[in-house]
């Protein structure tokens, strides 16, 4: 059985999470410049580091550059990230666990938007940072970590 090229109707749903629980990865695809291309792959490098690749692997198939707003395109299993969402390593490795996250409820048929989903995400998108803070051994990634952690702290999602 193949992945699906869209995960949009019923079946496509259910055939998708039928090859995920029997351990279905995706081959991760980066598209974009070159410039994109570099700063995605240091993100990549960071959710290694913390070992969520699988997890990312698991439910997100590529993850495109593109000029409008940074989202998950559920039906693709594809983050559309601008350039801005990449500038930053260890967020946009927390933003691409994030948009897994959301990837997953998706497949699980969970209601994966929302005040109650969005705060499942954040929460995710927090343990990831905590992971990396520990697993890291580079000190100004740890750093990061810790500045963004404090700053989810004082978010409204907590």
């Not at 974009?32 to 570099?38: D, E, T």
């Not at 905590?130 to 700053?151: F, G, P, T, Y």
Request: hydrophobic content about 40%; overall charge positive.
């Amino acid at each position: 059985m193949e992945f699906p090229k869209r995960i949009y109707t019923t079946e496509e749903i259910k055939e998708a999470r039928e090859l995920i629980k029997k351990g279905y990865k995706h081959r991760l695809r980066v598209k974009g410049s070159l410039i994109f291309k570099q700063k995605v792959r240091q993100a990549l490098k960071l959710i290694k580091t913390a070992d969520c690749y699988i997890f990312l692997r698991t439910y997100i198939r590529s993850i495109v550059e593109i000029d409008g707003l940074t989202q998950l395109r559920e039906a693709d299993a594809s983050i559309w990230a601008n350039k801005y969402a990449v500038q930053n390593p260890v967020d946009a490795a927390s933003l691409f666990i994030q948009k897994a996250n959301h990837m997953k409820e998706y497949v699980e048929g969970k209601l994966y938007f929302g005040g109650a989903a969005e705060t499942r995400s954040v929460q995710k998108r927090i343990e990831f940072l905590k992971a990396l803070k520990k697993k890291s051994r580079n000190k100004q990634v740890k750093e990061e970590c810790e500045r963004l952690l404090k700053s989810w702290r004082e978010s409204v999602f907590l």
